[in-house]
Structures are given as structure tokens and as C-alpha cells.
């Protein structure tokens, strides 16, 4: 504006006068005079005034809009000592129509604020502070020690006159020390920050924050050694990792991110308690209202510790593999001993005479054995006395003394023709809808008490295709099933790592330990486990079927027509679950929180229902559900836990709904149990009920027909109706884990209650099979009260989680959590084997003479 009224006074005519041109250099030096004068005057309006100032020491002063003042300081930097510097400034009036600006400038940065510092929280309240306390950056020196200056600029636009106060000083304790506690005071508009220089031979540490106020929120910042450090609430997370505290927050911090070999710990107290699950505070009615913050302050200590070293690292990896091992060694050993007995076996047989009828081969094998005479065949049930598996020969288990020698003496020619008849090719829906053959089912499966032999009449060929089926549809589940989630939680793995954001994962941040982008490599190496006894139990059934196999090659007619029916498709899948339950754990535990939980659990489900169709196939292996309704149901339990941890906190109508499925479920899945599948869901069903209502409770009252199967559905569905009712009353906020609940407890149910049944008909459990019973339901009584520690917890905001981090309790590896891992697939493991052994005592019964229930 000057120059141009500068240029238009140079130009001014009288009346009809011709407009002269003005040299350049005479208009130049017209327009700087000019220029001059009118700074001149704007001096004599804003009065500048510079101070020399000094640390730990109080200036009071006024500020308005005509005068600006600056206090000029200097001090001593030295490149062995960190010193922070502190500004300090209290304004003493209230309500300012304008604010005052305060302006530091430094070397190699400019830290400017404001009086009443305004801080926004949630919907965009406002917060003014009217008491600021800022730390200086202080960047590192390259000489041994220069003198620096920084200036503190303070303005303001208002006319009235503004008191404050001023302070600064120096902070002689700003470097942290090796597992020393300092204790400090910090507030939304007072942040605090400290240096901590890494020591020689130590390239990982945990920085401990601990406070004994849950509120107000907090938040724990890492940050480089720059300018400028981000040090409030709206910019905390602008760089380095940061995470959310009440009382406890932790990060792990490894030498190599940052190059200067040091970091500032930061710590900022928010302007609200919202993010760490605190309450939400009235809305105010109008946005630009201010909004009295109260007393913020928090007491806070930080402590910074050593992580552990390389070679607590390769102990623990050692111990891992040790555990899990020592069970494949346990087991090569009982297969030698095992190939040893059968060897003995072998040698006694062929000391018996040809034409030795079967009772005194009997009495030969108990004289060779252990020296005692049977007195009298086996009885139903029952193994020999040295627990070996007879040979066809020997085989003695009937009614009567003339059904063990007509059984005996069976041609193995006519053994062998049905045989290879059990192996043409024949398909089960063929043999399924022929009336004869439905009419058969009828009369058979309805008889009062059912025998094994009366539901294993398919041929064994198209049975064994049919459960093989479970093991290639889960492989096959499994493969696109893992792709995709290993392929979320790298993704997840590195927005933590590019954002810095603590809070995206729930780990047990005072014992996780990092290996390259992993944050908690201990919580995925202790997954090993799974894979580790999965792929043993595979091995373990694929030795059984391959000596199965053999027994009915050379018709082994304890193969043929003794025990329970030998199908090994579901071995083969539970095996495949546990080795998959390992490996989406491990996916889960990269980055737990709320909306990967399912990986950990989808697996889970599916090894208790397949568990419980192994328990109903040992006794009903042609009724037993195929491979693609199993899964069917397996993949609609998923999908409700997926709409449970989405929708279920707090909805209503997806709890009645889930609710009503459930029991509705459970009754359908009840009639089918009972009725043995000898009864049709169409129009008619109401009409057969009232029927049946009628003829049994009201015209006659007579009691149920299958006593042992009512009592068992009558307790499976009390519990079910109970666990519903308890979810629509209590409505959990962890789903997925009260739907694992829920498998779980109607697999404990039929559990006992196949073991009951199974004593109560007369049969026994063996010794190998009794002692794993034993140790596994140890084991997982132990396993369960490591998980009931709660290490952490995705139900509460992350703040919340970390107030139950603990530290390491074995080998300085491994948490509570880690060993439910390794109990845990101890304990699935012992579980398989009970299901793959509790019934070898039936192994030289006939299938005529065992109970199915």
C-alpha cells in the first residue's frame, strides 16, 4: 500500500497538464523513503523489547497489543551431558477475548503455543488451559561443548492488558538410567518427555510406565531424537509408536530403529478418558463453548529395563522343541516294545500243534503267557489275560462254547469270498434306496436294544470312501482357509510396524518378545505344539491303518468281524484340525484383537464336533453323518460367531434369534439321535407328535422306549436350554469363546456318558487307555487355570488390556498364556488318543455281542 501510494503521488497533474515519466532510481528511492517513514510509525504503535534473561528465575509481566517482548537466554550444550530445558507459563487472567502467543526459537527449531491453550477431544470439544508447560527439543551436539541461544518471543492482538508469568529452567534429571524409576507429574497441557541413551551391549529394551491413578487416560509415546517432539494430545501420534495407559503401558524398543543410538520416552495426558474406557463426558450444546477441564495430573514412573538376550531367546526355542519331542521318542519307544510283544506272540504260535482245537490253543497262550489256565473262555468284553490280541484262531468271546468253535472253524474261503464281496463296486446310494433295504432299517434300528453288527451292515469299502472324505474336505478347507489369514495378519503385523500403533494388537506387552516384524514371537513359537502332536497323531493312526490293512489282506477274521469298526477318516481329520488350530493361533497371536479372534476358534469348533461324530461313529458307523452335512453345520457355527463378535455386543434381536436357532437345534438333533434316523422333517410331523403324545402319555402311560438314549438327550438338552437361556439373559461379550463353551460342554456330555454306558455294559478300559484318561484331565486342569489368568482381553478398550500384563514366568520367555498353549495341545493330544484306544478292549469281541449306544 505505501509503495503504490507512492507511485500514484509521483504521478499526480494539474489540469490539462501532460504526464511526465519519472526516472527509475529517483521513483526507487521516493517509495524506500516512504516505506521507511511509515515503519517508523508502526515502531512508534508496537514497541519492541528485548531482555536478558536467566534460568529458574520468575518474570512477571503484561502483555497487550502495542508492545511485544523477548527474553533472550543461553546456555552451555555439552555432547557428553543431556540437559532439557523447560518453559513454563502461567497466564492469570481468565476469559481472554484474545490469546497470547508465546514464540521459542531455537538453533534448529521453532516451539510456538498459545495462552488459553485450546485441546479438542471427541465431536470436537473445546478444552482451554490457561497453565502450559513445554520442554525444549534438544538436538545433539557435534563439538564437545558451544554455547547456544533461543529467544522466547511473546505477543499478542489484544488491547487489554494480559498478565503471566514466565519461567525457565533447566531439567538436570532428563536422561533416563538403566532400572532406575523416575517419577514425574504430567498433564494434558504440561506433557513431559525424557532422553534415554542406549548403554553398550544392550540393543533391546522395555520402557515400563506405571501409575497408581487409572484416570485420567494417558499416552505413551517413542519417539526419535528430533525437532520438533510431538509432545500433545493432537499430535502425539504423528510419528514413533505410541500406545494408550491407565495404569500400566510397556513398548519394546530395539537399538536399530533408532540411528542416534537414544529416544525420547513421551508421555501425554489426554484431554479425555474416553479412549482408555473411561466415561463420556455431557455434549455440549454449542461447539465453540469452552469447556472447564478440572485437574488433569497425573503421577506417573517410568522405568527402563534390559529385554532378554539372544540366548534366552535359543533356550526357549530348545525347551519348546524338548517338550514335544520327548512325546515322539515316548512313542517310537512303545511301538518297539509293542513290535516286541507281537514278536513273542508270533514264536508261541508257532510252537501250537495244527490240529489243537481253538479252547486249548486258548489254554496254550495263557500257559506260555503268565502261567495261569483260563478257566473258562473269554467272557463278553474281556481280552486275555496278558492284554494281547488273539488270533483268529483263538478267538473265544460268545454266548456259548459252541458259537466259539462254529466261529472258529469258519472257512477262510468263505471269509475270503465275502471279503473281496465287500470290496466290488457298489455304491452306498444304490444300497440306500431299495425298499427291502429301507424296510430292513426300520426293523433293525427300531429294536429296543441295538448291537454294533445290527449298524454296520454297509459294505466297509464304501464306508471307508465315505470318511475319507472328512480328511480331504478338511485339507482342502484348511488351505483356503489359511491363505487368506496369513495373508490379514502380515498386513496387520505391518500397519503396527509403519504406524506405530500399540493399540491395533492385544499383546502382553511386559512379556513379548520381538524377532524381526514379529512384536510377540514367544506367543507363535508356543503354538508349535499343535502341529508338532497333531502330525504325531497322524502317525500314530496312519500305523494302525496300515496294520489294519494288513490284518484284512490275509483275513484276519478279528479284523473281519470282531470290534468296533475300524474307519480312520476321522482320525485323519482330527489330526488335520490340531496341526490347522496351531498354525491359525499362531496367525491370531501375530496381532490378537477383536476382529481376528475367530481364526483362533474356527478350528476349535470343528475338532469338538468331529470329536463327537468319532464318539457317535464308534457305535453307529452306517448312520453316522457324511462329510459335507458335517461341515455344512461346522460352517454355519462360524459364520454365527462371526456375526456374533460383529453384531452381538448389545443387540437384542440377535441374541433371541441365535437363541431360538439353538434350542430349536438341539431339539431336531435330539429326535434324530433318538429315532436313530427313522423319522421324516415334512407335514406331517406335527400330526405324528400329537400322535405319539397321545398314544404314550395320555391314552397309556408308558415310559420311553430307549431309556439310555432318553437320558442322555434329556441331560444334553437341559444344559443346552440352560447355556441359552444364560446367553440371552447375560449376553456375553465374547461370543466366539461361549459358543466354544457350548461345543464343549456337549462334548464333555457325551464323553461321560459314552464312558458310563461303556462300564455299565459290562466292557472295560484297559490299562494304556486309563492312564491317559488320568493324565489328560490333568493336564487340563491345569491348562484351563493358565487361561483363566487373563493376560489380556479384547472385550475392553487396549488401555484397559494392559492393566493385566504380567511379566514372564518361564525361562523369561514364555507368560501364563504360552503354557496353556503347550497344556493345551498336550491335553487335545491325550484326548485324541483316548477316542483312537478306549475301546481295543472290544478288539476279539463280536460285533453281535457289543452294545451300540
Not at 10 to 27: D, E, F, I, Q, Y
Not at 495 to 504: E, K, L, R
Not at 734 to 750: V, W
Not at 822 to 827: C, G, N, P
Request: hydrophobic share 45%.
Amino acid at each position: 500500500m505505501v509503495l503504490r501510494s507512492c507511485w500514484k503521488s509521483r504521478h499526480k497533474t494539474s489540469r490539462g497538464a501532460a504526464v511526465r515519466p519519472v526516472l527509475p532510481a529517483a521513483l526507487l528511492w521516493f517509495c524506500v523513503t516512504r516505506l521507511a517513514c511509515a515503519g517508523g510509525a508502526l515502531a512508534e504503535t508496537n514497541i519492541v523489547v528485548q531482555k536478558e534473561a536467566e534460568f529458574d528465575v520468575t518474570y512477571n509481566d503484561t502483555a497487550t497489543s502495542e508492545n511485544q517482548t523477548i527474553y533472550a537466554f543461553n546456555h552451555t550444550v555439552s555432547r557428553n551431558k543431556s540437559e532439557g530445558v523447560r518453559v513454563s507459563v502461567d497466564v492469570l487472567s481468565r476469559g481472554l477475548e484474545s490469546p497470547i502467543l508465546f514464540v521459542v526459537r531455537q538453533k534448529q527449531a521453532v516451539l510456538s503455543f498459545q495462552i488459553p491453550l485450546i485441546l479438542r477431544g471427541l465431536y470436537q470439544r473445546k478444552y482451554p488451559y490457561n497453565h502450559v508447560g513445554r520442554t525444549l527439543c534438544q538436538p545433539p551436539t557435534l563439538v564437545a561443548s558451544e554455547t547456544q541461544y533461543f529467544f522466547v518471543d511473546v505477543s499478542t492482538l489484544s488491547s487489554q492488558g494480559t498478565n503471566y508469568q514466565l519461567r525457565v529452567s533447566r531439567v538436570e534429571s532428563f536422561t533416563l538410567h538403566t532400572d532406575k524409576k523416575f517419577s514425574f507429574t504430567a498433564s494434558p497441557s504440561q506433557p513431559q518427555y525424557f532422553k534415554y541413551v542406549f548403554p553398550d551391549g544392550v540393543d533391546t529394551v522395555i520402557v515400563k510406565v506405571n501409575s497408581d491413578m487409572t484416570f485420567p487416560c494417558s499416552v505413551m509415546s517413542i519417539q526419535d531424537i528430533q525437532c520438533p517432539v510431538y509432545d500433545l494430545d493432537n499430535n502425539v501420534a504423528f510419528i514413533g509408536m505410541y500406545q494408550t495407559m491407565t495404569k500400566k503401558g510397556a513398548i519394546t524398543v530395539q537399538r536399530k530403529d533408532f540411528p542416534s543410538n537414544s529416544f525420547y520416552v513421551v508421555v501425554v495426558v489426554k484431554t479425555e478418558d474416553e479412549a482408555c474406557g473411561g466415561p463420556l463426558r455431557f455434549y455440549p450444546l454449542r461447539p465453540d463453548v469452552l469447556i472447564d477441564a478440572g485437574n488433569r495430573s497425573k503421577d506417573i514412573d517410568v522405568i527402563v529395563t534390559p529385554a532378554i538376550k539372544l540366548e534366552v531367546y535359543v533356550m526357549g526355542m530348545l525347551f519348546c522343541l524338548g517338550i514335544f519331542l520327548s512325546f515322539y521318542l515316548l512313542t517310537f519307544l512303545m511301538a518297539c516294545l509293542e513290535n516286541k510283544r507281537l514278536c513273542r506272540m508270533k514264536r508261541r504260535e508257532c510252537l501250537i500243534p495244527a490240529d489243537v482245537s481253538p479252547a486249548e490253543t486258548a489254554s496254550l497262550l495263557g500257559k506260555n503267557g503268565d502261567g495261569k489256565i483260563p478257566a473258562s473262555p473269554y467272557e463278553y468284553g474281556s481280552l486275555a489275560d496278558n492284554g494281547s490280541t488273539l488270533s483268529s484262531e483263538a478267538v473265544t468271546d460268545s454266548a456259548t462254547s459252541t458259537d466259539i468253535y462254529g466261529y472258529a472253524e469258519r472257512s477262510l474261503d468263505s471269509v475270503g469270498r465275502s471279503r473281496l464281496e465287500s470290496l466290488s463296486s457298489v455304491e452306498e446310494d444304490d444300497y440306500d434306496t431299495l425298499d427291502d433295504i429301507d424296510s430292513d432299517k426300520n426293523i433293525v434300528r427300531t429294536k429296543k436294544f441295538l448291537y454294533v453288527a445290527d449298524l454296520s451292515r454297509k459294505d466297509k469299502r464304501i464306508l471307508s470312501k465315505k470318511y475319507q472324505i472328512y480328511f480331504w474336505n478338511i485339507a482342502t478347507i484348511a488351505v483356503f482357509y489359511a491363505l487368506p489369514v496369513v495373508q490379514l495378519v502380515i498386513t496387520y503385523q505391518t500397519v503396527v510396524n509403519v504406524t506405530g500403533n500399540q493399540d491395533i494388537c492385544y499383546y502382553n506387552f511386559l512379556c513379548a518378545h520381538p524377532m524381526g516384524a514379529l512384536s510377540a514371537f514367544n506367543n507363535i513359537l508356543s503354538n508349535l505344539g499343535y502341529v508338532l502332536l497333531g502330525l504325531l497323531f497322524l502317525l500314530i493312526v496312519l500305523k494302525r491303518d496300515v496294520i489294519h490293512q494288513r490284518a484284512l489282506l490275509r483275513n484276519d477274521l478279528n479284523a473281519l468281524e470282531c470290534g468296533i469298526p475300524k474307519h480312520f477318516g476321522l482320525y485323519y481329520a482330527m489330526g488335520t484340525a490340531l496341526m490347522m488350530e496351531g498354525l491359525l493361533s499362531a496367525c491370531y497371536h501375530v496381532c490378537p484383537n477383536y476382529t481376528n479372534f475367530q481364526f483362533d476358534t474356527s478350528f476349535m469348533y470343528m475338532i469338538a464336533g468331529l470329536c463327537m461324530l468319532k464318539l457317535y461313529q464308534k457305535r453307529h458307523p452306517d448312520i453316522n453323518a457324511s462329510a459335507y452335512t458335517a461341515y455344512a453345520c461346522l460352517a454355519g457355527v462360524i459364520f454365527f460367531s462371526v456375526l456374533g463378535v460383529v453384531f452381538g455386543k448389545g443387540n437384542n434381536v440377535f441374541w433371541i434369534v441365535f437363541s431360538v436357532i439353538h434350542i430349536l437345534a438341539t431339539m431336531l438333533l435330539s429326535t434324530q439321535l433318538y429315532y436313530m434316523g427313522r423319522w421324516r422333517l415334512d407335514s406331517g410331523i406335527l400330526r405324528r407328535i400329537v400322535n405319539v403324545i397321545y398314544t404314550d402319555c395320555i391314552r397309556q402311560c408308558s415310559g420311553p422306549m430307549y431309556i439310555d438314549r432318553m437320558v442322555l438327550l434329556v441331560m444334553g438338552n437341559i444344559v443346552n436350554w440352560s447355556l441359552a437361556a444364560y446367553g440371552l439373559i447375560e449376553r456375553p461379550n465374547d461370543f466366539a469363546s461361549y459358543l466354544l463353551a457350548i461345543a464343549i460342554c456337549n462334548l464333555l456330555l457325551y464323553f461321560a456318558f459314552y464312558i458310563i454306558m461303556k462300564l455299565r455294559s459290562g466292557e472295560r478300559i484297559q490299562c494304556l487307555p486309563l492312564v491317559i484318561i488320568l493324565f489328560t484331565a490333568v493336564v487340563w486342569g491345569l491348562a484351563l487355570y493358565f487361561f483363566f489368568q487373563g493376560l489380556s482381553t479384547w472385550q475392553k478398550t487396549p488401555a484397559e488390556s494392559r492393566e493385566h500384563n504380567r511379566d514372564c514366568i518361564l525361562l523369561q520367555f514364555f507368560d501364563d498364556h504360552d503354557i496353556w498353549h503347550f497344556l493345551s495341545s498336550i491335553a487335545m493330544f491325550g484326548s485324541f488318543l483316548v477316542l483312537l484306544t478306549m475301546d481295543d478292549d472290544l478288539d476279539t469281541v463280536q460285533r453281535d455281542k457289543i452294545f451300540a449306544f
